[in-house]
């Protein structure tokens, strides 16, 4: 399914008031009100991008952000204003732009354009929770995103308890080790960790969703319920302060929406917030966190879009510019969940996945504790099209006037594959296979290329405004400042900084530079990156 509230994708103009960075000397970043602020100009244009729950499924949701990304990666290096040989590339930041070496090692991965360089939020629900929080807390490439789904395959899928809640020899316990699960959430934080600095695994148990608020913020959905037998709900995970009120503009008073649990950015544990969004129940156990017991985020909102826009739309009163909604399988609406039948696509005849693979989430459940569980598991919690999920979705971006908002969802027998199918155990290459020709049948369509494209250029376009800027360094890049005078402080962590003690700084008093140019290079001298460690996901 690709859908598009807007018959085209339109154009961001340039602030009347700004300039653009082809106005400039391109060695200097642009620093006026307009091009920092996060009310105006470029970084005022929000970019979003969610993904449902699904399982395994997830896997072709970062499929089809790979085949964006590989169009923005074809659209930076043949841009006709200068070529961009990576994602957090600007032209101040002194690398030269002619004869740049395309040193990739494997054409087929594009590392060196994250999709956190051109999404402000990343939101989602289960498996999508955690690509969320892999993509946008943790900064990764979306093929690194990938090697981890299969790395995590192999861990958790590839290895189920023999007797559990859903097997045919009833056990009340779930379907997988938390245990287990725990570990291989944790190993993949330590290895992210490991390119930012030299840690030990004991700091991987406790890094923080919460992060800095000057780059991409993530939203994870979990379901909650008060462990004193209070209200169950949906609960929203933030990696940045949302203490707003409701107040969304120009609305209907019936179209008003409050935030679900509002406050600071939560500094609970990320391998915490990723069992939380994950507990599916029969497949996970549920996590007890801060007074309450967390589920799946499917049970509250299988299809995080809708919270998205409506959160994102709340705290900013401002329409974002790009929403892209990316799901794990479109389900016909003829599909018969009890029978196997034959059905057609495109004129041929197919047989649906479940006659080769039956999920076992049909057999029959025992047990006081399944029970429990279920009376909250209602069929428009796990609804992705429906008014809670990509209808409700369309017409709020209706509403709002958003007009660039795409939903791309594989159609075909992808909505088939059980949650946590992995054929063979050992490497889940029959799952994988089927999941990535699924995809790649859907991704030939012209109209999903088509939306596609508009997608990629509408991302690589706000980038680049602003990259053209000072903000940008922050958001994109980690560097150090370091005063090459002789004064006592000497590393800054910001260009703004240094520039003001350079300025003002009473140790500077007879030597301040008063050419602006002079002064911008000599900050350009004084900058140097924080360098990372290579590390390799995959297994």
């Not at 995103?145 to 189920?160: M, Q, R, V, W």
């Not at 909604?325 to 969940?337: F, N, R, V």
């Not at 594989?410 to 088939?416: A, F, P, Y």
């Amino acid at each position: 399914m690709t859908t598009s509230p807007s018959e085209a994708s339109g154009t961001l103009q340039h602030q009347a008031s700004g300039a653009s960075s082809a106005d400039n000397d391109p060695s200097i970043p642009i620093r006026g009100p307009e091009h920092i602020s996060y009310e105006e100009g470029p970084w005022a244009h929000k970019t979003i991008l969610s993904f449902d729950g699904g399982g395994i499924r997830g896997y072709s949701s970062l499929l089809v952000l790979k085949r964006i990304m590989i169009r923005i990666q074809e659209l930076e290096r043949g841009h006709e204003e200068y070529r961009a040989p990576s994602s957090d590339f600007y032209r101040w930041k002194g690398a030269p732009e002619e004869n740049i070496v395309e040193d990739n090692p494997d054409p087929d991965r594009v590392d060196k354009y994250l999709p956190c360089h051109y999404f402000d939020y990343v939101a989602g629900t289960s498996t999508g929770g955690l690509s969320s929080i892999m993509l946008g807390r943790l900064r990764m490439s979306v093929d690194q995103a990938l090697d981890t789904y299969k790395s995590f395959g192999n861990d958790i899928f590839g290895k189920p308890r023999l007797f559990h809640e859903r097997s045919y020899c009833y056990y009340p316990r779930a379907n997988f080790s938390s245990r287990k699960t725990h570990e291989a959430f944790q190993e993949i934080i330590y290895k992210v960790l490991q390119q930012e600095k030299a840690c030990f695994r004991s700091e991987a148990e406790v890094e923080p969703l919460k992060y800095r608020e000057d780059r991409t913020k993530t939203i994870v959905i979990s379901w909650a319920i008060k462990k004193d037998g209070g209200v169950s709900k949906e609960f929203v995970w933030r990696s940045y302060d949302n203490e707003t009120s409701p107040n969304e503009p120009n609305l209907p008073k019936t179209d008003h929406w409050s935030p679900s649990n509002p406050g600071p950015a939560h500094t609970t544990a990320i391998w915490e917030v990723a069992r939380a969004t994950t507990a599916a129940p029969g497949y996970f156990e549920s996590i007890k966190i801060i007074g309450r017991k967390f589920f799946d985020g499917g049970m509250a909102a299988n299809n995080p879009s809708l919270t998205a826009v409506r959160e994102i739309h709340n705290l900013h009163q401002l329409v974002p510019d790009l929403f892209v909604s990316i799901g794990t399988g479109l389900k016909p609406h003829s599909d018969d969940e009890n029978n196997a039948v034959l059905s057609e696509a495109n004129g041929h005849t197919r047989t649906p996945r479940r006659e080769t693979i039956k999920d076992g989430g049909r057999r029959k459940q025992f047990g006081k504790k399944w029970w429990e569980i279920g009376k909250y598991w209602k069929n428009w919690m796990v609804d992705t099209e429906g008014p809670h999920g990509t209808n409700g979705w369309r017409d709020r971006c209706n509403t709002i006037k958003l007009k660039d908002a795409y939903r791309l969802n594989v159609e075909g027998d992808l909505h088939t594959i059980p949650l946590d199918d992995w054929r063979p155990s050992k490497t889940g290459e029959d799952t994988l296979s089927f999941i990535e020709a699924q995809t790649r049948q859907y991704l030939a369509d012209s109209n999903v290329n088509d939306c596609i494209n508009s997608i990629a250029s509408k991302a690589v376009e706000i980038r680049r405004r602003r990259a053209a800027t000072e903000q940008w360094e922050r958001f994109a890049v980690d560097v150090i400042y370091c005063c090459k005078r002789n004064c006592t402080n000497k590393k800054y962590d910001t260009r703004a900084q240094l520039r003001e003690h350079l300025q003002k700084g009473i140790a500077h008093r007879g030597d301040r530079i008063s050419d602006g140019k002079q002064l911008e290079e000599e900050l350009n001298a004084s900058r140097s990156l924080k360098p990372k460690r290579p590390v390799e996901i995959r297994r």
